[in-house]
């Protein structure tokens, strides 16, 4: 690691309770979408402190990263390396723990991995760094994760090993990540009126009210249940051991967001229908915490819904409050929408350190 780092502009790293979602730059162009990557959100410990692994056999896809004496293992391989009961936590200091730093710097080796003419960098300087934050922790913990983000991260081991070292970073609130990267797709034009962005993710549902660019922050919020609670609510009612085991975690919320009539556990097949009273609980409770945050929503122009679980949050909605349908629009880009309007920043951040 003798020679010259890597300079690169802006990337942007989304660290969510489900999955992790990272950038790959933006095309010479600059008129395509930036390219996206993502792993899931869990980071088992790994007890010997290193990965371990039998030549000729296969190995699980990530990274280890070490962190005040604990070794974590992180990537899209990290249920290999899991002990099968690797609790998602939905906790208020999520992002100032060691396992979401644990998860950035897994973020931040993979667009190492992919940067340089030939990829696998070894030695790379990001100029700007995009990230964000749910509105229930952004205003306690946006200066605490800048201040973990930049600076120099050595992440992984032996020949894997990548130095990255953040100059700048800045944290947004997620679902202004939508609004933003919506306007960038529209030639930089936002919506017209007041836009409501109601961003269901992983661990909360998110609502962002502006006009145009000025945002309602009174009216804004989160809210800590959504899809993982929607999945542990079922999970609890078959067997509540499933929440601590992310595999069936999945299954479940692949069958709640999907609209699945079953899913499927050591070859038994469960059937969604009986269950989804429990999800509709967990979708009304966090519902009425929204609007009751919103207040009366006649000066609502656009309901825009984005995030892993917008079709079923925004059916539900739909289904409690019809006269909302005409407003209502979806996202186009509902996963990486908040990770690509976080690019955007770290772009026009670094044209504005350049003068341009």
């Known amino acids: 690691m003798n020679q010259s780092p890597l300079v690169i502009g802006a990337r942007s790293i989304d660290v969510g309770y489900f999955n992790v979602k990272f950038t790959l730059g933006r095309p010479a162009s600059h008129g395509g979408p ?29 990274c280890v990263v070490p962190i005040n004496g604990v070794t974590y293992f992180v990537g899209p391989g990290a249920a290999q390396r899991g ?18 730093l644990a998860l950035l710097r897994g973020a931040l080796w993979r667009i190492a991995g992919d940067a340089g003419d030939a990829g696998d960098a070894k030695d790379v300087v990001i100029r700007r760094l995009g990230l964000g934050l749910p509105l229930n922790t952004y205003f306690d913990a946006a200066q605490a994760l800048r201040d973990r983000a930049v600076g120099e991260h050595v992440v992984g081991a032996g020949a ?29 034009k936002p919506l017209e009126g007041v836009t409501m962005v109601v961003d269901p993710g992983g661990g909360t549902l998110d609502w962002y009210l502006s006009e145009r660019t000025t945002p309602y922050w009174e009216r804004s919020g989160a809210y800590p249940k959504a899809m993982l609670a ?15 085991q992310p595999a069936i975690v999945d299954r479940i919320d692949r069958a709640i967001r999907e609209q699945r009539s079953s899913f499927t556990v050591q070859g038994q097949e469960i059937q969604m229908a009986e269950h989804r009273p429990a999800v509709e609980q967990v979708l009304d409770e ?19 819904f984005t995030g892993g679980g917008a079709s079923v949050f925004s059916a539900r909605l739909q289904k409690r409050y019809p006269r909302l349908k005409k407003i209502t629009r979806m996202d186009v880009d509902p996963i ?7 690019q ?7 044209a504005s350190a350049k003068g341009w």
């Open 286 to 304: 966090s519902i009425d915490q929204m609007l009751t945050a919103v207040g009366k929503m006649d000066d609502v122009d656009h309901l825009l």
């Open 34 to 62: 930036a390219p996206v990557g993502n792993f899931p959100a869990i980071a088992p410990v790994l007890r010997s402190g290193a990965a371990r692994h039998m030549e000729g056999v296969a190995q699980p896809d990530g």
């Open 83 to 100: 002990s099968g009961t690797d609790a998602r936590l939905v906790k208020e200091d999520y992002a100032t723990s060691d396992r979401y």
């Open 336 to 342: 990486y929408s908040n990770v690509r309007g976080f």
């Open 344 to 350: 955007v920043v770290a772009e026009a951040d670094l």
């Open 230 to 244: 929607c999945a542990y609510a079922v999970a609890d009612r078959l067997d509540p051991g499933w929440r601590d």
């Open 160 to 188: 894997n090993e990548r130095r990255v070292t953040v100059e700048q970073a800045r944290v947004i609130v997620q679902p202004q990540g939508t609004i933003i990267h919506f306007g960038y797709t529209n030639g930089g």
